[in-house]
T-cell receptor, first 113, second 116 residues
Framework: QKEVEQNSGPLSVPEGAIASLNCTYSDRGSQSFFWYRQYSGKSPELIMFIYSNGDKEDGRFTAQLNKASQYVSLLIRDSQPSDSATYLCAVISVKTSYDKVIFGPGTSLSVIP | GAVVSQHPSRVICKSGTSVKIECRSLDFQATTMFWYRQFPKQSLMLMATSNEGSKATYEQGVEKDKFLINHASLTLSTLTVTSAHPEDSSFYIC????????????FGQGTRLTVV
């Protein structure tokens, strides 16, 4: 089992719709969870991070965390064509003596005008 | 926020030559730096972790003699791809780990390596 898994997509949604991105992780001890957005040929940029069970909202973005189910999601409301990118779920692994950031395979999102 | 500067952003080299990629933390000290590789349409794969003052830790399957990592100071980590081959062409990204609890990792701008 991979440490972090995501639906590979591509996920296509019409402009203005809600995009839902899902991620599961295997290390039950993980405490920190991140969503990054990556445009082609660019470094990832942080969208949101979440540490506590429940929802966290920031503008059009809502992250949801369920540690019991080892599941974290990202909702994008009122999707815009500029949201078209690859979204990477990342988890800080606590298996080693230092924190490692482990990325999922990413979900490609395409917002259709 | 913390800034990580990576250089060069793009490099083209001939097969058999070596390429050095630098990663600097500009406003903080990084005792650890992560090096990732990303092939087209794939995610970031952790290659190795550089540690200031000690040997780098390599992930399984990564050739330590081919990808030389040096953490010369608290602000500089380098990755040297030795005897590069076309299959080493990829996007290489460095990242400094979170500075504390509830903080994010900071990424360099990435280096697009093309081996011809």
């Amino acid at each position: 089992q991979k440490e972090v898994e995501q639906n590979s997509g591509p996920l296509s949604v019409p402009e203005g719709a809600i995009a839902s991105l899902n991620c599961t992780y295997s290390d039950r001890g993980s405490q920190s969870f991140f969503w990054y957005r990556q445009y082609s040929g660019k470094s990832p940029e942080l969208i949101m991070f979440i540490y506590s069970n429940g929802d966290k909202e920031d503008g059009r973005f809502t992250a949801q965390l369920n540690k019991a189910s080892q599941y974290v999601s990202l909702l994008i409301r009122d999707s815009q064509p500029s949201d078209s990118a690859t979204y990477l779920c990342a988890v800080i692994s606590v298996k080693t003596s230092y924190d490692k950031v482990i990325f999922g395979p990413g979900t490609s999102l395409s917002v259709i005008p | 926020g913390a800034v990580v500067s990576q250089h060069p952003s793009r490099v083209i080299c001939k097969s058999g030559t070596s390429v050095k990629i630098e990663c600097r933390s500009l406003d903080f000290q990084a005792t650890t730096m992560f090096w990732y590789r990303q092939f087209p349409k794939q995610s970031l794969m952790l290659m190795a972790t550089s540690n200031e003052g000690s040997k780098a830790t390599y992930e399984q399957g990564v050739e330590k003699d081919k990808f030389l990592i040096n953490h010369a100071s608290l602000t500089l980590s380098t990755l040297t791809v030795t005897s590069a081959h076309p299959e080493d062409s990829s996007f290489y990204i460095c990242s400094a780990p979170p500075l504390g609890a509830n903080t994010e990792a900071f990424f360099g701008q990435g280096t697009r390596l093309t081996v011809v």
